[in-house]
């Protein structure tokens, strides 16, 4: 079955240091891979997609993610974090060969940005 | 304006009562998804449809039913609410998967029951 792990529940990173969050799919075909980020008393926003083609998606607020198709992951990157990054994050992956299967989150990994 | 509005956006309401939650969006999207997000559970999609005459089951139905009015509109109904569906609801919308089917989500209702 389909799943997606996120294996960091919380992060905590200091202002303008990078940042890596991990997240590895169980899927049989060529996922679909999303990353969203929810900020406190927020709905979701979605910050990048992959589909097809090149590996290193770039979204918006300056990440990045990279699709490793060998390891199953798709992991979140961010060179320099800023305070307004702290949120929640949540990678999910489309299933589909499914048909009328919808997204598929991982449990999120909370990001805390200290000064 | 949003392109995907929820209402409410917080309610409080007593184990028993019929409380519905309501939908709409702008986006033009044939696809709606009901999802539930609970704290270190992610979110959990409770029922779709991928049209005004298709409603689709998702993985934690019980307990809730839905209604397409109209391509913009999809409400999701607890008959009889129960303490354990304290959670944040989201709505989402998708064109479908010709576009890649990127989900957009509404701002969220809060929902506690007694």
Request: aromatic share 12%.
């Amino acid at each position: 079955a389909q799943s997606v792990t996120q294996p960091d529940i919380h992060i905590t990173v200091s202002e303008g240091a990078s940042l890596e969050l991990r997240c590895n799919y169980s899927y049989g075909a060529t996922p679909y891979l999303f990353w969203y980020v929810q900020s406190p008393g927020q709905g979701l926003q979605l910050l990048l997609k992959y589909f097809s083609g090149d590996t290193l998606v770039q979204g918006i607020k300056g990440f990045e993610a990279e699709f490793k198709r060998s390891q199953s992951s798709f992991n979140l990157r961010k060179p320099s974090v800023h305070w307004s990054d702290a949120a929640e994050y949540f990678c999910a992956v489309g299933a589909f060969d499914q048909a009328g299967t919808a997204l598929i989150f991982g449990k999120g990994t909370t990001l805390s940005v200290s000064s | 304006d949003a392109d995907v509005t929820q209402t409410p956006r917080n309610r409080i309401t007593k184990t028993g009562k019929r409380i519905m939650l309501e939908c709409s969006q702008t986006k033009g999207h044939d696809r709606m998804y009901w999802y539930r997000q609970d704290p270190g559970l992610g979110l959990r999609l409770i029922y779709y449809s991928f049209d005004v005459k298709d409603i689709n089951k998702g993985e934690i139905s019980d307990g809730y039913s839905v209604s397409r009015q109209a391509q913009a509109k999809f409400s999701l109904s607890l008959e009889s609410a129960i303490p354990n569906q304290t959670a944040l609801y989201f709505c989402a919308t998708s064109v479908g998967w010709g576009q890649g089917d990127t989900q957009y989500f509404g701002p969220g209702t809060r929902l506690t029951v007694l």
